[in-house]
């Protein structure tokens, strides 16, 4: 067992793991954190993206151990103060850019990565920022139209983007 200490959602951590756990199982089994959701176990679907330090990332294929002295977090994470939906989540639902529901959490964290170092992206930007996570059940559209839309709300512009169908 290896003793990480970590801080997950603004909340200090320290656990002993075994070294070969992976990130996925440690927050979904040690922490109880379930938004993620282990779906391919190859880094091909997304549905597990968490932010390891800011940064988007598959935990299905990080080691817990990697994220010692790290900060992760998970659309768990993303709530604002009083509970209620971010603003990234909000925009997927009114935007209708949840289908099922599986890819959303890592759709969200992946768009949340992308808004932060891309503010304002156009919606090429947006298909490009979300290439590895995929859906089954929608076309993208209203995805790519939820990360346009939240784009707008954080930069406290009025206009709507367009997407192309």
Not at 36 to 48: E, I, K, L, Q, W
Not at 71 to 100: I, K, P, W, Y
Not at 135 to 163: F, M, P
Request: charged share 20%.
């Amino acid at each position: 067992m290896t003793e990480i200490k970590l801080t997950v959602n603004g909340v200090a951590r320290s656990d002993e793991v075994e070294p070969r756990l992976l990130l996925i199982h440690y927050l979904r089994e040690t922490l109880g954190l379930r938004a993620a959701n282990v779906g391919c176990d190859t880094t091909s679907c997304g549905a597990c993206t968490v932010l390891l330090d800011g940064d988007s990332v598959k935990s299905c294929t990080v080691l817990a151990v990697q994220a010692n002295d790290r900060s992760v977090t998970t659309a768990e994470g993303v709530v604002e103060a009083d509970g209620s939906l971010g603003v990234v989540q909000t925009a997927f639902r009114e935007n209708h850019g949840l289908q099922c529901g599986f890819c959303t959490p890592g759709m969200v964290m992946a768009a949340t990565s992308l808004l932060a170092e891309n503010p304002r992206p156009t919606e090429q930007e947006v298909r490009e920022g979300l290439e590895g996570n995929f859906c089954r059940c929608t076309g993208y559209h209203n995805i790519v139209r939820s990360v346009l839309a939240a784009a707008d709300k954080l930069s406290g512009s009025s206009s709507a983007s367009e997407v192309n169908a």
